[in-house]
T-cell receptor
Framework: DAGVIQSPRHEVTEMGQEVTLRCKPISGHDYLFWYRQTMMRGLELLIYFNNNVPIDDSGMPEDRFSAKMPNASFSTLKIQPSEPRDSAVYFC????????????FGQGTRLTVV | GENVEQHPSTLSVQEGDSAVIKCTYSDSASNYFPWYKQELGKRPQLIIDIRSNVGEKKDQRIAVTLNKTAKHFSLHITETQPEDSAVYFCAATTGNDMRFGAGTRLTVKP
């Protein structure tokens, strides 16, 4: 398996634009997480899915953020409209079982909103 | 949900010295405690983990200890080398949640 795959690796967009980040988890992993990493706040859990169902989205900062997982092999994190304070590295991670197994991270998407 | 606190936020040591990073967690149901290392510009990767039925685990120069009563766990790196320089994250996991500490930036000076 190629591991968790995220796209794009880098995204630069103007304030107000819609941004969509994509993630393909490792096949067979039932859990998928979206994290945001900044210098000030470290790794923040935004949302996670179990078997494509959102379980906990309490970390989603506001209504501008939304996430979907239409099937077991694909998830998106959308920001609309984007703001400069959304600039961060966004990581997707997956794990087969929550609570006993390692989570595998994607390479991350570095988002810059100007 | 789980809350994980990690200290210190930065740590600088001389090559060959030991480094210790400490984490506390809030949810007594947490039963899996991984540690991740993130090198500059790269993804976090697991370096060691410990489960709640174990008090200590060692892998070469790296060891982790867990005190379930006090709800804290620690990462110990001995004989540090410049390539150990990175950001280290602890995490605490229940069957419903996985939360990370804020990270510790370790610098090993040659």
């Amino acid at each position: 398996d190629a591991g968790v795959i995220q796209s794009p690796r880098h995204e630069v967009t103007e304030m107000g634009q819609e941004v969509t980040l994509r993630c393909k988890p490792i096949s067979g992993h039932d859990y998928l997480f979206w994290y945001r990493q900044t210098m000030m706040r470290g790794l923040e859990l935004l949302i996670y899915f179990n078997n494509n169902v959102p379980i906990d989205d309490s970390g989603m900062p506001e209504d501008r953020f939304s996430a979907k997982m239409p099937n077991a092999s694909f998830s998106t994190l959308k920001i609309q409209p984007s703001e400069p304070r959304d600039s961060a590295v966004y990581f997707c991670a997956s794990t087969p079982v929550l609570g006993t197994d390692e989570a595998f991270f994607g390479q991350g998407t570095r988002l810059t909103v100007v | 949900g789980e809350n994980v606190e990690q200290h210190p936020s930065t740590l600088s040591v001389q090559e060959g010295d030991s480094a210790v990073i400490k984490c506390t967690y809030s949810d007594s149901a947490s039963n899996y405690f991984p540690w991740y290392k993130q090198e500059l510009g790269k993804r976090p990767q697991l370096i060691i983990d410990i489960r709640s039925n174990v008090g200590e685990k060692k892998d070469q120069r790296i060891a982790v200890t867990l005190n379930k009563t006090a709800k804290h766990f620690s990462l110990h790196i001995t004989e540090t080398q410049p390539e150990d320089s990175a950001v280290y994250f602890c995490a605490a996991t229940t069957g419903n949640d996985m939360r990370f500490g804020a990270g510790t930036r370790l610098t090993v000076k040659p």
